[in-house]
Structures are given as C-alpha cells and as structure tokens.
C-alpha cells in the first residue's frame, strides 16, 4: 500500500514559482512511475507531467512545456513538480499519482488518471492576474 500527500500549493501571482512535493509512503514508491494531474473546478481531471521510476524520462502536456519541470528524489520518496511563470489558467487542484502495476501499455496511456492507482489528496494552486 502506498499513500500520497502533496504540498506546497498557494496563491500567487501570475509570473510567480512554486515546488510542489508529493511525498510517499511505502518502500516500492521508488519503482512506480509517478505522474502530476490538474483539476480545476467544474473540469476533468488534466495531465500535467509524469516521470519515470529511475527520473531518466519525463513528459508533459504542452501548455506546461518550457515552465514546469518534474522531477524525483528516489532517496527521500518524493516526487517534485517546479513550476515557474505561473498563469491564471494554472490555477486548479493539483494531485501527484503512482501507477504500481506496470503495465506494458502505460507510457501508451499515461495521460489517461484511469492508468494510476494510488492518489493523494491535492494541493490548491491559485494564480492572480
């Protein structure tokens, strides 16, 4: 079983950074890919960034790409989504995933929530114009 909490979510203004931190428990986190989603209210669930287990790969929706880097610390069982030059249209829920079933069709799928198995609770970002 592995549990997830995010933090570093707040309220800043358009232009401003972030770090956001997912945290894990368990001993495997290490070996799961681990992917960052969005949502906003009143809107699906978005694909933000995902990682491989090793950080060796990463990928990222387009309207992030250039501004938000995922990264992950395997020592520490963290994950880390930087965001910088931060948009209104950033601001949403943000929630870190893991897909623990190693599928041989997830980096097929690895926008689609539906491939994660184990969620955290989220973070709220807002970003004032």
């Known amino acids: 079983q592995v549990q997830l909490a995010e933090s570093g979510g707040g309220l800043v203004q358009a232009g401003d950074s972030l770090r956001l931190s997912c945290v894990a428990s368990?001993?495997?986190?290490?070996?799961?890919?681990v992917g960052w989603f969005r949502q906003a209210p009143g809107k699906e669930r978005e694909f933000v960034a995902a990682i491989t287990w090793s950080g060796g790969n990463t990928e990222y929706t387009d309207s992030v790409k250039g501004r938000f880097t995922i990264s992950r610390d395997n020592a520490k069982n963290t994950v880390y989504l930087q965001m910088n030059n931060l948009k209104p249209e950033d601001t949403a829920v943000y929630l870190c995933?893991?897909?623990?079933?190693?599928?041989?069709?997830?980096?097929?799928?690895?926008?689609?929530?539906?491939?994660?198995?184990?969620w955290g609770q989220g973070t709220q970002v807002t970003v004032s114009s």
């Open positions: 368990g001993r495997t986190f290490s070996s799961y890919p």
């Open positions: 995933a893991a897909h623990s079933t190693f599928s041989a069709q997830f980096w097929l799928n690895f926008q689609s929530p539906y491939e994660y198995d184990y």
